[in-house]
């Protein structure tokens, strides 16, 4: 199909220093737990991207000394010559796409624990991190030899990325990393010249990019990606105030080739990554809308906002707004978001849906992974592919019982290797569980894990799709005629308070009452009745606190309850947790944490305190010594209780079959299997994924065990790991 014309400023090329970009397509930094660990997954992950359209491809932020370790996030980092080679295939593997490599220089000052090296970071002001407050982080004062020290390691950074072959150098100037520190009052308490005004707290950063466009500037682009507003009051940075200031007295130097721009601060590193469920499309709008105007239009300007639709990037290109769209999460659910556009294949775009579920991962020091893209991460250890698929010599007649979320993927990978797919839900639509959670208050983005997947099934002429057919029993299924089957039959919340705090039902919280319900029970339309309501969140993630805030808009008053040591604890992971809070603050939503429900009768919630019994450990007679246990509770009145404790798989249907086993060589039948929820319950990130991998892997020898990948680490005695003795690197700064 043809570009719709439209879309056609999209594609220009635009020029920043010394190069080109072949579109406004610029994959912004964003980390992904690969660093320099794992070449191979970096280099093929980004090159994936590359192939997909992006016309600027960054690292995530890039240590550029041992000082700067935030070990164990598996940052990239650029100390040595063997970072030089590991990075250098990520660059060379994103030329042959013709798209430009970028690595963003970063050193977090005060926030760089040194768990790994133990050296000690400097900073501004000798202080303790506020992003890792519990973690005893601080770091030494800079002396005027030490700043000199920090632009020579900058530098000498700068160099070995030269070497490794990329094409510009981004400073990292967000995430209250150094030059933030020598910017920000909070973190600058210097009487010296470089602290007190805006001029003097601005010049750590404009001699660290003047030395940089001295020393690489020829060969390549120098940018900064600088954050406008902090978004914490008038005491931090306001876009309006040092933000556009700071912006001014840089941009007066004329050594920034190009700004790539964002908003939020290191500790809630959450208002840049905004989830959906509090932000929506371009919200950093009004905090970066004015800078272009001050750098003048012949250095380029990149704004960030979730964009997914082709309209709004163009919007926000003609409003003036910036020159460049950047994305890091749209670009890491479609790779091919730029080449989808280019070839007017707009509706199949695999659009972000803004869970933050690959943030999380980040956020819990693993490797980044996708919601609605399962093959992100495994471009080169599985060698999947977004777009291709191998075919099959020989396609297969399968089944796919239940089109949630993972039967959905899993026939729709099965049919573009080539097989003919049956996929038959109980229910009159697709989707599954999600159909409910798209309803969730916050949550209707939620909705394009569906709507992607009904996009392809319809695409696609080897997938039959039955919709409200009921339940399949084993006969139907052992009749069907199939020769293969995987069931996807998806989970439930448990319906009598089974969750992790005890691994026991709670005794009178039976979802049969009609005062006990459970999510599934309220988007069916079950009414909660009398005005005091609890939720009972075992589960910590989205759906506790959607049911409080959808109990509280109507009405109610509503306490969350939970075993966790803090409300929404998955959401810590997410960055979603402390808007989570400021909603329930503004909403009235109580709640109280380290606690749980021992039975539920008569409207009384009766709870006991998860540390309840005694720290010391007693001889407690006969032999036995222990803590002295507490059956201590406390009373709360309860009108209605809403039970989000644990899910529990829909698998009998499976069990059945198993039990069954002996009939299916009869049925012609090569194997029965399990994917996504069915088999077990997790977070709808990993149902997907499994129900890819089945599909990748419906004709291995057994299905249900996942093929091994390719793990990359160092081989203790290859001829390139280190030796006892070895001599150690020299020093490069002095
Ligand atoms: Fe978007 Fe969620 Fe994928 Fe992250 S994990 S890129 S937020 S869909």
Known sequence: MARNPKHDILFEPISFGPKTMRNRFWQSAHCTGYG?????????????????????????????????????????????????????????????????????????????????????????TSLPSNVFSDRNVYAAEASHDDIKRFIEMYCLAAERAVRAGFDYVEVSGGDSCLPMQFLETRYNHRTDKYGGSLENRSRFYIELMTALKQRVGDEVAVTTRFETDTINGDHRIQHHEDGLGFVELMAKEGVVDLWALKIGDYEEWGEDAGSSR??????????????????????????????????????????????????????????????????????????????????????????????????????????WHPEKFDKVKEPSEILVVGAGPAGMECAIVMAKRGHNVHLREADSELGGHWKDVARFPRCSEY????????????????????????????????????????IATGAHWSTQGMGAESHRTIPGADASKPNVLTPEQIMAGKKIPGKKVVVLDGDGHFTGISMAELAVDLGKEVTLITNHADIVQFTQFTMEMANNKRMMNEKGIKHRVN?????????????????????????????????????????????????????????????????????????????????????????????????HRMGREIDSPHPQYPLPYIRERQIWGHETYPKLGDERPKVEVD
């Open 36 to 124: 320099v660990e794992k070449p191979g997954t970096q280099a093929y992950f980004r090159a994936m991207k590359a192939e997909g359209g992006w016309a600027a491809i960054c690292t995530e932020a890039c240590s550029i000394h041992p000082e700067a370790d935030e070990y164990p996030w598996d940052l990239a980092r650029l100390w040595d010559e063997g970072d030089v080679i590991n990075l250098g295939k990520m660059c060379d593997e994103v030329h042959k796409h013709g798209t430009l490599a970028g690595v963003q220089l970063t050193y977090n000052g005060l926030h760089s624990p040194g768990l790994e090296s133990r050296e000690i970071p400097r900073a501004p």
């Open 595 to 691: 606690y749980w429900a021992d039975s539920y009768e008569d409207n009384q919630l009766n709870l006991f305190y998860t540390y309840r019994d005694t720290s010391d450990l007693f001889d407690l007679g006969d032999d036995k010594w222990g803590r002295k246990m507490s059956d201590t509770t406390e009373p709360m009145e309860c009108d209605a209780l809403i039970i989000v404790t644990s899910r529990v798989s829909n698998d009998s249907l499976y069990r059945e079959l198993v039990e069954r086993k002996s009939e299916w060589e009869e049925e012609d039948i090569e194997g029965i299997y399990q994917t996504g929820d069915c088999y077990v319950p997790r977070h709808l990130m990993n149902a997907i994924w499994d129900g």
């Open 447 to 486: 909705g394009r894990v569906i709507t992607y997947r009904q996009t392809q099934l319809n695409m696609l002429k080897n997938v039959e799709v039955h919709l409200g057919v009921g339940k399949m029993s084993a006969d139907d299924v052992l009749e069907y005629g199939a020769d293969k089957v995987v």
């Open 278 to 383: 509090f932000r929506k499309t371009n919200w950093m709008r009004p905090f970066v809308k004015d800078v272009k105007a001050i750098v003048g239009k012949d250095i380029p300007v990149v704004s960030n906002g979730r964009f997914t639709s082709p309209d709004d990037m163009v919007e926000a290109i003609n409003s003036g707004q910036c020159d460049i769209i950047g994305a890091a999460r749209p670009s890491i659910a479609d790779p091919f978001l730029p080449n989808k556009i280019s070839e007017g294949r707009t509706d199949e775009i695999r659009e972000c849906i803004g869970c933050n579920m690959c943030v999380s991962r980040m956020q819990q020091q693993a490797l980044l992974y996708c919601t609605q893209n399962a093959t992100a991460g495994e471009e080169y250890r599985r060698s």
